[in-house]
């Protein structure tokens, strides 16, 4: 296959920055170069330096001079809910069951599964996300056209067919064994198909009987390897509901942990009210509390406590990501946008170092897929992102003053959107201009 080689200033992470002097933290090349073969980074650093090694007929790129990243990784959305998307209610549970569980009920169509994956890849790639944890109905219909849709497009994904049995519209409802036999069917069809992951995925204990929660419990002892994800500690109503069906249980986590369900691949949504003990045995399980800024303000559920929980004597391990459609933007600059406005409200402060850390290499780590996504590393797959800090003439106007690398990623993330990315690569293939 021909080499590609895309010029342009590089940006990409080796660990978590300190803060806005922390230079280590980060690999910079003003006039750098990527070398992709076969989906993969061969070569990477400083453009006279790997040019030399790309064969006479390498196909060049250069997007001087924009900035290339690694790409956008999005650890919770819910692919069905691209038509719920700004929709008006007074709080999560309104939500839900208002206009979330009645479109939902539509993906028992394989024509209409099939149309909203076509819509929803779109969207991913023409906001440089690149990978994304997705929650798919609880019709098998659905994770097949959104795995045979990654499949098509050569994306790393990972996804699951929600398990659903109580408190739901009866088109939304599995029972016990069919959400064991059907997630079981999933993983059989599509983990570890090219870049496919299944996710083990209880919606949340309040649509799950305690007899889908042993069915859940048994699939993570089958399939230990698989990520599981669920939702947590959203809406202080969903709290009281769900203990009120758990009586049994210390806390929310309780429950999860009861299932076997606490672990270093467990993703849970939201978290912003968690007790200083569920914060513990999260820490201690090694699970990942994933922030939802746009969702948590859309919905009025609170403030997500990203800094506190970092900082812990037992630190929460963190993820950010938009939750569509509660949340109300695809892109991950407006997500750090209001990561970091939740932040200010808190006193606390997110500095844009910290915000490109978290949507590239801090969610694989958290996903455990760093050694493949989230950095410009040699081996990596060619998953990448170019942007443009001068995409409108507003954000032009400020870019004439803005003179470090710092102040250059907050005015990204402060006014950019789709418009801001130049490209985005899929496994070295440009996909944002093939739509």
């Known amino acids: 296959m021909t080499h590609t080689l895309l010029r342009g200033r590089l940006l990409s992470f080796l660990r978590a920055p300190q803060d806005l002097s922390d230079s280590g933290s980060y690999l910079y090349e003003s006039d750098g170069a990527l070398l992709i073969k076969d989906g993969l980074i061969v070569a990477c650093g400083a453009y006279d330096k790997v040019?030399?090694?790309?064969?006479?007929?390498?196909?060049?790129?250069?997007?001087?001079?924009?900035?290339?990243?690694?790409?956008?990784?999005?650890?919770?959305?819910?692919?069905?809910?691209?038509?719920?998307?700004?929709?008006?209610?007074?709080?999560?549970?309104?939500?839900?069951?208002?206009?979330?569980?009645?479109?939902?009920?539509?993906?028992?169509?394989?024509?209409?599964?099939?149309?909203?994956?076509?819509?929803?890849?779109?969207?991913?790639?023409?906001?440089?996300?690149?990978?994304?944890?997705?929650?798919?109905?609880?019709?098998?219909?659905?994770?097949?056209?959104?795995?045979?849709?990654?499949?098509?497009?050569?994306?790393?994904?990972?996804?699951?067919?929600?398990?659903?049995?109580?408190?739901?519209?009866?088109?939304?409802?599995?029972?016990?064994?069919?959400?064991?036999?059907?997630?079981?069917?999933?993983?059989?069809?599509?983990?570890?198909?090219?870049?496919?992951?299944?996710?083990?995925?209880?919606?949340?204990?309040?649509?799950?009987?305690?007899?889908?929660?042993?069915?859940?419990?048994?699939?993570?002892?089958?399939?230990?390897?698989l990520h599981i994800q669920t939702h947590l500690s959203e809406n202080h109503d969903e709290i009281k509901f769900t203990c009120e069906l758990y009586p049994e249980a210390i806390d929310y986590t309780d429950i999860y942990a009861r299932y076997g369900l606490l672990g270093d691949k467990t993703l849970f949504g939201h978290c912003i009210h968690l007790s200083d003990r569920e914060a513990d045995a999260m820490s201690e399980a090694g699970s990942v509390a994933v922030h939802c800024p746009t969702s948590n303000l859309f919905l009025g559920s609170g403030l997500f406590p990203l800094k506190a929980l970092a900082r812990r004597e037992k630190p929460v391990r963190i993820g950010v990501a938009t939750d569509i459609g509660g949340g109300s933007s695809y892109s991950m600059l407006r997500t750090m946008d209001e990561a970091y406005k939740i932040q200010q409200l808190l006193g606390e402060r997110l500095n844009p170092l910290e915000s490109y850390y978290h949507i590239t290499l801090g969610n694989a780590r958290s996903l455990s897929l760093a050694d493949r996504i989230g950095t410009l590393d040699v081996g990596s797959d060619a998953d990448i992102v170019v942007l443009n800090a001068a995409a409108t003439p507003a954000m032009a106007l400020k870019m004439e003053v803005v003179k470090t690398l710092p102040e250059e990623l907050f005015l990204l993330q402060t006014m950019g959107d789709d418009r801001a990315i130049v490209e985005t690569y899929v496994a070295g293939v440009a996909a944002k201009s093939a739509i």
């Open 51 to 225: 040019s030399p090694h790309a064969p006479a007929d390498a196909v060049t790129v250069d997007h001087r001079p924009h900035l290339i990243m690694p790409g956008f990784i999005d650890m919770h959305l819910h692919f069905p809910q691209m038509q719920v998307i700004a929709s008006y209610a007074a709080n999560l549970l309104e939500w839900l069951n208002t206009y979330t569980f009645p479109e939902e009920c539509r993906f028992v169509e394989s024509d209409h599964a099939q149309r909203i994956a076509t819509h929803f890849y779109d969207e991913l790639v023409r906001h440089g996300t690149t990978t994304a944890v997705a929650y798919c109905s609880v019709h098998k219909t659905s994770a097949d056209a959104f795995f045979a849709e990654a499949l098509r497009r050569s994306m790393r994904m990972i996804g699951g067919k929600v398990m659903m049995d109580r408190n739901a519209p009866q088109g939304l409802l599995d029972t016990p064994q069919m959400g064991y036999d059907e997630t079981r069917q999933i993983i059989a069809d599509w983990h570890g198909k090219a870049r496919c992951h299944v996710a083990i995925t209880p919606r949340f204990a309040i649509t799950s009987t305690p007899a889908q929660m042993e069915a859940t419990q048994a699939l993570a002892r089958e399939f230990p390897d």
